[in-house]
């Protein structure tokens, strides 16, 4: 759900700010600032790089198990905080055109954030909170760098970005902590889409695909881009996929790494050459049609693949 974080964020902020009026620029200036902050909460998995060190020398699947069970100690915790999210875009705000003051009122909130934790949780949270405040105040300088944006619509931006990322966990794993440091839960399990893990798999991606084609549709809302035209026909290549029912574990959260790994790979369709043998001539797709002509391969591939398991099982 990685990239549905930052495109559920991006179409989010997009759709607000072309509603409201804003310039082409400001309005994907914000979307993307959106987009970026929904990914600074997932900072808490550099922990699972002690796990990786300590597989090293494994097969793909032993590295992938350890990289997951070493970052779920820390994972969805501090960062996936609802509680704690206000005050980090805050913090973040305070570094749009910083005076002495903002620095000032900046450090004081960080290191409130990090002492509350630190009495909470323990070394490592402290580790994980110290992360987190230096992702999102990196996030924000290159915001305050390359961007129009007022701290007002940073903070917008960042809270929007902060708040949503938990919420599209609940598809998997373990619900987040929404609540932290209190101790008391705002959801408690696990929200299921299907009874067949499979199923359960396979509507999770087609909640990210959903996601990311609704941030397309916002940016080309903003930018006046029509979409439609730069799809290639051959999207419809990603039919053939339903094949790999055959060749592929059926995919479920425990064992998603075929799946997910080969359907994204359908998608290099889209940064193909077009050969033209009447003109006999070789042509590369530009960056826009290689996008969407890969994003819409896989997703003609995720429902031949969907439609193919609903019909064998």
């Not at 009026?21 to 200036?29: K, Q």
């Not at 300088?141 to 903070?155: G, M, W």
């Not at 060749?247 to 940064?271: K, Q």
Request: charged share 10%; net charge neutral.
């Amino acid at each position: 759900m990685f990239v549905g974080h930052a495109a559920l964020a991006f179409a989010i902020v997009g759709s607000v700010a072309v509603a409201r009026g804003w310039s082409t620029r400001t309005a994907l200036s914000a979307a993307l600032l959106a987009g970026a902050f929904a990914t600074v909460p997932d900072v808490d998995m550099v922990y699972a790089l002690v796990g990786i060190a300590g597989a090293a020398g494994g097969d793909a699947l032993a590295i992938a198990g350890a990289f997951w069970s070493t970052g779920n100690v820390v994972h969805r915790a501090v960062t996936h905080s609802l509680v704690i999210a206000p005050p980090v875009a805050l913090l973040a705000a305070l570094q749009v055109s910083p005076t002495r003051r903002r620095q000032l009122l900046s450090l004081g909130l960080g290191a409130a954030l990090v002492a509350v934790i630190a009495v909470d949780g323990g070394a490592l949270a402290t580790l994980v909170t110290g992360l987190f405040l230096v992702a999102a105040v990196a996030v924000a300088t290159v915001a305050d760098r390359y961007t129009d944006l007022t701290a007002p619509q940073v903070f917008g931006a960042a809270l929007l970005g902060l708040v949503s990322h938990p919420f599209g966990d609940l598809f998997t794993g373990e619900p987040p902590a929404m609540l932290y440091p209190l101790d008391s839960a705002l959801v408690t399990e696990r929200v299921a889409l299907a009874a067949d893990p499979t199923l359960h798999l396979l509507g999770a991606f087609g909640i990210e695909l959903a996601t990311v084609w609704a941030a397309v549709c916002v940016a080309c809302l903003a930018t006046g881009l029509r979409p439609t035209t730069a799809v290639s026909p051959r999207a419809t290549l990603g039919a053939g996929y339903a094949a790999s029912i055959l060749l592929i574990p059926a995919p479920t959260l425990e064992l998603s790494y075929p799946f997910v790994f080969s359907v994204l790979g359908v998608g290099l369709v889209g940064a193909l050459p077009r050969v033209r043998l009447v003109a006999r001539t070789i042509e590369s797709p530009d960056w826009l049609g290689a996008g969407l002509t890969g994003l819409s391969t896989i997703t003609v591939a995720w429902a031949a693949y969907a439609v193919a398991y609903v019909v064998i099982s």
